[in-house]
């Protein structure tokens, strides 16, 4: 089980009702918060840029659209891009994949979450939010084999809450925090 | 990736790799890791080999198995007018330029199935310069291009496809450009006639003529730096002064070596000029 004190990623994925945790998360991060973070959120790809600005407005953080070939550097949120997959590379760049639809997503939780999970392991943490589709689970499960740390929003307290009930569900992880326990998780690291 | 189905250890994707160069003569050696690995590994426990042994000797035993292994983990997906703003671009800015050449060669580099091809060629229809037109389209996997060649698509994706060329300014009758016969749809010959097909590895193979527009889109984002820079100064060598690069929407010539030689023509759609 990963050391709170050893993460060096944190990757966040949401589907319907994640924006409403999102918006309330990041205005709440330390003012220091230096650990990076990746959102990666089912959208509407003609709702494009506009993530970016409403996220950008709720933090002193630097929020960017996630670019391929891009070094992973403290201080900044990387959105992934609408209708492409984010994967981590070896080298802690990230890189960018047309490939097929997962669970019917572009970008699939899985897949950018098995990817930060095969590189950093113990070092990463994977926050799992509110949605309505099976995405992420399996994403879930292979991060926590490798070690890395897992936390579920609270179904009880998740708009829409299959997403996060599908991950307790389907792993050990008993990591279930409130968007309140999820923001005093990431101000200890 | 060990017999233990599910995982590739980083040294043994990396050693088959170089196993493949040394047999075959693909390098995928300078691709982007992630995606790579991902594919290999889901090609791997889809096929049910018994064991990454039995995988290997195959792989390296079956030349037709090798192909179809290329063809699967290189990414082919694509789409008529996919980013129809792209599109839209093109023809506002860009036709009514190279309208004005006496003759217009362009190249869709990483052509994969057509579709993009096939959206070039109802362009310069519309723009009244297919005649003057000549488009050269390779990939590196056969199968693709002759799949590209035959102009038949899946009646399934027209629907879609005409939205998309709607949003991209056009104004007829998408479906006047197709025959559609069961669940297919067979384009003009007239814009098929205009193609020339090729397969072309952008790794190894050289430039092979002059042209006034090169597309090279959504290829470049499973290249590392090193191999985009080189595939860039490929497509220099191929440029005609004052042609046109237009890339995928996440892809850019920012950092690479040509840089300097290019002025951004259209930023948000990703289209350079060469000025020199
Ligand atoms: C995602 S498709 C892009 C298709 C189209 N240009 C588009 O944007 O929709 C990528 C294509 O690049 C091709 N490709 C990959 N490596 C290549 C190489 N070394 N040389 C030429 N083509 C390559 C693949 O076979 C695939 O068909």
Redesign the pocket.
Known sequence: MAQDEMIELVIIGGSSGSLDAILKILPELRVDFAVPLIVVMHRNISSNSLLEEVLASRTHLKVVEAEEKEMITPGYIYIAPPDYHLLIEKDHTLSLD?SEKVNYSRPSIDVSFESAAEIYREKLACIILSGANADGTKGVVYASNVGSKIIIQDPAEAIVPFMPEQAIVQTSVNNVLSVKGIISFLNAL | MTSTAGKIEWEEFENLLVDITDQYGYDFSQYSKASLQRRILSFYLKGKFGGYQDFKNRLFSDANFFMYFVEEV??????MF?DPHFYKGLREKILPILSTYPFIRIW?????TG??VYSMAILLKEANILHKSLLYA????PT?VESAKSGIFKVSSMQQYSENYISSGGQKDFSSYYRANYNLAKFDEELTSKMVFST????SDSSFNEFQLI?C???LI?FEKKLQSRVLELFDKSLDNLGFLAL?SKESIKFSSIASLYIPFDTKEKIWRKMK
């Open positions: 047309y | 290189t990414v082919n997906v694509t789409e996919r869709h580099a990483g052509c994969s579709e993009e390779t990939d590196l996997n693709v072309h590895n952008l790794v597309l889109r959504n290829v499973y995928g």
